[in-house]
């Protein structure tokens, strides 16, 4: 239970956060340490970035919030949930998501920043914030649909399928569940057999390039949700949540 990361050419870095990885505070700066420390192994080529479980991640832990007094747990997992997503982006080799079942708020703040995506069959992308009493990683999503689709899905909290953004071409391949880890590391080796210094530029160039400071976009988003719950917006919805209604 936790994170870990398996060394290689191919690292992978595993969430485990049973029973639906939704993540809690201290595990998101796991994950930001992991990448950060497979991306920069000079014996590393890729890095695969998987979970264990029916589902990639459900997000934060909302119930850790909700039975922790004062703001401590949220701020912690604010600050966690941006290590993560900038460790992904800033991996200095090319990460590759590897996603089944569920892929809900803060998972699509990891998987948008990845390389590449490859997705299971049963695999949905959804970002339910607004029904959680946050915003954040609408940066992300923005990275793998449209832009109108992507106010949608903020304003309903409806999900996506694996093949819609296979269609859209921001998920690199769709297969059968028991073959993702598989799938995974096939296009993770085939990365990895090409000349590392020039695969490392080329990550450092598409960075470069990117026309949205996707760190800086997420943080003015966080903003509001520490605004949500000043007004008490924020800790209605999350009791909500934990109270099943």
């Known amino acids: ?6 060394r290689g050419p191919v690292a992978e870095v595993v969430i485990d956060f049973p029973p639906v990885n939704a993540v809690p505070a201290a595990g998101w700066l796991s994950i930001a340490e992991l990448v950060t420390a497979a991306g920069t192994d000079p014996e590393t080529r890729v890095v695969v970035l998987s979970a264990e479980g029916r589902g990639f991640c459900a997000g934060v832990d ?10 401590d747990v949220l701020l912690a997992a604010n600050r966690g949930c ?5 460790a992904v982006y800033d991996c200095p080799v090319p990460l590759v998501a590897a996603v089944q079942g569920f892929c809900l708020g803060g998972g699509i703040g990891l998987v948008g920043n990845a390389d590449l995506i490859v997705a299971a069959d049963d695999a949905t992308f959804g970002l339910p ?3 959680r009493g946050a915003l954040g990683a609408a940066t992300h999503l923005a990275r793998l649909v449209p832009p109108q689709l992507m106010r949608a899905m903020v304003y309903t909290c409806r999900p ?10 921001t998920v690199h391949e769709v297969v059968p569940k028991d073959r993702l880890r598989a ?3 096939a296009v993770a080796g085939e990365i990895a057999a090409k000349d590392p210094v020039v695969i490392r530029r080329a990550k450092e160039a598409l960075n470069g390039i990117d026309p949205v400071d996707v760190k800086r976009s997420y943080r003015f988003e966080q903003g509001f949700t520490f605004e ?9 919805a999350r009791q909500r949540f934990v109270e099943g209604a």
């Open 1 to 6: 239970m936790g994170v870990h990361l398996e």
């Open 62 to 71: 909302i119930k850790e919030m909700q039975h922790s007094a004062g703001h």
């Open 82 to 86: 941006a290590a993560a997503f900038a």
């Open 129 to 131: 914030e607004v029904d």
């Open 160 to 169: 996506v399928t694996a093949a819609d953004l296979h269609r859209f071409g």
């Open 183 to 185: 799938a995974a590391r």
């Open 228 to 236: 949500l719950n000043l007004n008490g917006a924020g800790d209605r």
